[in-house]
C-alpha cells in the first residue's frame, strides 16, 4: 500500500475521529498519526499503527452511506468475502461486536488487519498474472455462497439516463466537461440503450463476484495474490464479469488491450471453469453499463448533488471527461474483442 503524501487525515471535513474508534474497538493506543494512503475513487483510506499492530482503515464516504441500501449492501458484501477467504485468498474486514461496519460520530469505517504487499501497475501485468487471476476468478463463481443468498429482483426495463438533464445543469453552472458532454450526447443514449438491452436478456443468468477485481484491489505478497476491497460484491452475470476483468488486466499503460494477457485471462479461467458458451457480442454490449453508471455517478459529484466537499467535485469533474473517453475507446474495441473470443475461446 503507498502512501499518499501531503494530506492531513485530522482536518479533512469527513468528521474523523480516530482515537474514539480505536478506542471503541478496542485496538490499544495509537503509536502514530493516520496516514493517508492511496485507495479508491469513492473513499478515503489511512494507515494506522496502535499497540495491538498496523491496520488500514477505510472511511466510507458519508454521502454514498446516506442512501438506505448502503449499509445492507456493505454487510452483504462483507459477508460474501468472509466466505471466500475459505476457498481463495482474500482480506475481508475485521469483524468486532458482530460487525462489520462500525460507526463513530455519524462516520463509518472499515477496518482491515494490514498487508505488507503491493499492487500492480498495468505495465507491470504479464500474462502469468492474468492466468492466475483468470483461474482465481473461476474459483469465486463456484464457491457455494447459499449460506447468504438473497432474492434477486430482476428488472428488465431500466429507465435510460436523461443525459440531456445533465447537461443542462452544466450549462447553467459552466462546468468544464459541457462540450465534451455536448458532443457525445447521442452517442451516449445509444450506448445506454444497448447496455439495458443486454443487461435484460443476461439478468437471470447471475452468480456472486468481487465485481471489482482491478489490479488496484489485488496485493501481492511474494508473488502470491490477496484479494481485497470486496464492496462491490453481489450478483454478476458471470461471463459479463469475466469479460470486464479480463478487459481491467489486459489494458497496457497506454490503454490499449493486450490480446496476449487478455486471452490468459480467459484461459486462466477456462481451465478452472471449463468450456465457455457465449454470445459475446450481447456480453461485450454489457460492458457499458458500468462505466455509464460511473458518468452519472461522477456528473452529480461534478455538479454538487453528491459530494462532500470541493475536493469531490473536482474529482467528479476530472472523471467526467476520463469517463466519456473511457466509453469512446471501448466503442471502438469491441468489433475487434468479439473476433478474438470467437476465434480464440
Not at 490480446?259 to 465457455?276: D, N, V, W
Not at 455538479?303 to 476530472?318: M, V
Request: hydrophobic share 40%; with cysteine.
Amino acid at each position: 500500500m503507498e502512501d499518499l503524501k501531503g494530506i492531513d487525515p485530522m482536518n479533512h471535513p469527513y468528521n474523523l475521529q480516530f482515537d474514539k474508534l480505536i478506542d471503541v474497538l478496542n485496538l490499544g493506543e495509537i503509536r502514530t498519526e493516520p496516514v493517508a494512503i492511496s485507495g479508491g475513487l469513492l473513499h478515503r483510506m489511512y494507515s494506522l499503527e496502535t499497540t495491538s499492530g498496523r491496520y488500514a482503515i477505510k472511511a466510507l464516504n458519508p454521502q454514498i452511506m446516506a442512501r438506505e441500501t448502503a449499509l445492507p449492501n456493505y454487510i452483504f458484501s462483507e459477508k460474501i468475502a468472509n466466505i471466500a477467504v475459505n476457498h481463495i485468498p482474500a482480506l475481508p474486514a475485521k469483524i468486532m461486536d458482530d460487525q462489520f461496519v462500525h460507526t463513530v460520530d455519524n462516520q463509518s469505517y472499515l477496518v482491515f488487519d494490514w498487508i505488507d504487499g503491493y499492487s500492480l501497475k498495468s505495465h507491470e501485468v504479464n500474462v502469468v498474472h492474468c492466468k492466475k487471476m483468470g483461474a482465481i476468478l473461476a474459483d469465486i463463481h463456484k464457491i457455494d455462497f447459499s449460506s447468504i443468498e438473497k432474492k434477486m429482483e430482476h428488472n428488465d426495463h431500466k429507465p435510460v439516463t436523461d443525459w440531456n438533464a445533465y447537461l443542462r445543469q452544466g450549462e447553467a453552472k459552466q462546468s468544464d466537461w459541457v462540450p465534451l458532454l455536448l458532443e457525445n450526447i447521442n452517442p451516449l443514449f445509444i450506448w445506454s440503450d444497448k447496455a439495458n438491452q443486454s443487461s435484460g436478456l443476461l439478468a437471470a443468468e447471475q452468480v456472486i463476484s468481487h465485481g471489482d477485481l482491478e489490479p488496484k484491489n489485488v496485493m501481492w505478497v511474494k508473488e502470491h495474490p490477496v484479494i481485497i476491497d470486496w464492496e462491490s460484491a453481489g450478483y454478476r452475470n458471470s461471463m459479463t464479469d469475466l469479460i470486464e476483468t479480463a478487459i481491467y488486466w489486459s489494458v497496457d499503460g497506454s490503454g490499449e488491450i493486450k490480446k496476449e494477457r487478455f486471452l490468459a485471462f480467459i484461459y486462466g479461467y477456462q481451465g478452472e471453469f471449463g468450456s465457455l458458451q457465449a454470445n459475446w457480442r450481447v456480453i461485450l454490449e454489457h460492458g457499458y453499463l458500468g462505466k455509464l453508471e460511473w458518468l452519472e455517478y461522477s456528473l452529480k459529484r461534478s455538479l454538487g448533488i453528491e459530494s462532500a466537499d470541493e475536493e469531490e467535485q473536482h474529482l467528479g469533474t476530472l472523471q467526467v471527461a476520463e469517463t466519456i473517453h473511457a466509453l469512446k475507446q471501448y466503442e471502438d474495441r469491441i468489433s475487434e474483442l468479439e473476433v478474438w473470443l470467437n476465434k480464440e475461446v
